[in-house]
């Protein structure tokens, strides 16, 4: 799953200038794209650990609200993180403030409509989801269309697409989890039969674009995956 973000980070990484890793966690990207004609610079709202920080210029600090000059980067990526931020609009203005003109964002942010949202739910609300440390409630989740609103009158959207769609192997693994609890799939029932609230586009209008019917199905298709992959340019 990881290997089309780098793949889509090395694509698009220039050679030279200032690189932001928005939301580093443990520089894993980071250490994957250094080389001397790049200057990447991290920020995370968690300290990481010292002995990796003394290896990396790290800043504590939240994307909403960035610690840098207007057009002090040639290139951006944040990958699963604006979907923690309630005003992710505020996000993307600081991005675009501090990319310089023609400069690069890379986002992966996750899919409304893809099955491992509410396989993701079910995992938190039975108490089986593996990864504790992000157990924080998503304020949002995306379709093409909210990213065309969130990135209105601001970027270019250069290209989008979708990056893994096999969902049954962790399906499997939390029904497996659930058949260990008592009364797991009575529970299960119950919170799929409750109505959810979720995101809704009512109060939002935007101006019909036209799109051929290949970029419709490609749409689709992507709208069932783990998350998208978004390059935009300012």
């Given at each position: 799953?990881?290997?089309?973000?780098?793949?889509?980070?090395?694509q698009?990484?220039?050679?030279n200038?200032?690189v932001?890793?928005?939301g580093?966690g443990n520089f894993h990207?980071?250490?994957r794209i250094?080389?001397?004609s790049r200057q990447?610079?991290?920020?995370?709202?968690?300290c990481?650990e010292?002995?990796l920080?003394?290896d990396?210029?790290?800043?504590?600090?939240?994307i909403?609200k960035?610690?840098?000059?207007d057009?002090?980067?040639?290139f951006?990526y944040?990958?699963?993180v604006?979907?923690?931020?309630?005003d992710d609009?505020?996000?993307?203005?600081?991005?675009?403030r501090?990319?310089?003109?023609g400069g690069?964002?890379?986002?992966t942010i996750p899919?409304r409509?893809?099955?491992?949202?509410?396989?993701?739910?079910l995992?938190?609300?039975f108490?089986?989801?593996?990864?504790?440390q992000?157990?924080v409630?998503?304020?949002?989740?995306?379709?093409i269309?909210?990213i065309?609103?969130?990135t209105?009158d601001?970027?270019?959207l250069?290209?989008?697409?979708?990056?893994?769609?096999n969902?049954?192997?962790?399906?499997?693994r939390?029904?497996?989890?659930?058949?260990?609890q008592?009364?797991g799939?009575?529970?299960?029932?119950?919170y799929?039969s409750?109505?959810?609230?979720?995101?809704?586009d009512?109060n939002?209008?935007s101006?019909?674009?036209d799109?051929s019917?290949?970029?419709?199905?490609?749409d689709?298709?992507y709208?069932?995956?783990?998350h998208?992959?978004?390059?935009l340019k300012?």
């Open positions: 799953m990881a290997s089309k973000i780098i793949k889509s980070l090395m698009n990484v220039p050679e200038g200032f932001l890793d928005a580093c990207y980071t250490n250094k080389k001397a990447v610079i991290c920020l995370d709202i968690v990481p010292k002995d920080i003394q990396n210029m790290f800043f504590l600090g939240s909403d960035l610690p840098y000059k057009n002090t980067f040639d951006i944040c990958f699963s604006i979907q923690f931020i309630d609009r505020a996000v993307i203005e600081e991005f675009y501090v990319l310089k003109p690069k964002l890379l986002l899919t409509n893809s099955p491992f949202r509410i396989i993701r739910d995992e938190i609300y108490g089986v989801y593996k990864y504790p992000f157990n409630s998503h304020h949002h989740y995306y379709s269309e909210d065309e609103k969130l209105f601001t970027f270019q250069e290209n989008i697409t979708g990056y893994h769609y969902f049954i192997p962790r399906l499997f939390l029904l497996l989890a659930v058949s260990k008592k009364k799939y009575s529970k299960m029932y119950k799929l409750v109505k959810k609230n979720t995101d809704s009512e939002y209008s101006q019909s674009r799109r019917i290949r970029t419709l199905v490609l689709t298709v709208s069932f995956a783990y998208y992959i978004v390059l300012k």
